[in-house]
């Protein structure tokens, strides 16, 4: 049965500042090396600078209106 220091570690590169991180359950912040990394991202989501892309919104184009109906 493998022991924790026999099993070999996942390492990931932070997405903000791409120090390496360790995956493991003591890497509280991951995939983020820190929590200065953490908040660096999430103030990019609010932000609006990061978005993920998807299809437009229709209903503001084509009329239709939750109140028609």
Do not use: H, L
Request: proline content about 9%.
């Amino acid at each position: 049965m493998p022991t924790p220091s026999t099993i070999e570690s996942t390492t990931v590169k932070c997405p903000t500042c791409k120090n390496s991180v360790i995956w493991n359950q003591e890497s509280q912040f991951r995939p983020f090396c820190s929590k200065k990394c953490q908040m660096i991202d999430f103030g990019e989501w609010a932000d609006e600078e990061k978005s993920i892309p998807g299809a437009p919104d229709m209903s503001d184009s084509d009329g239709w209106s939750e109140d028609q109906y």
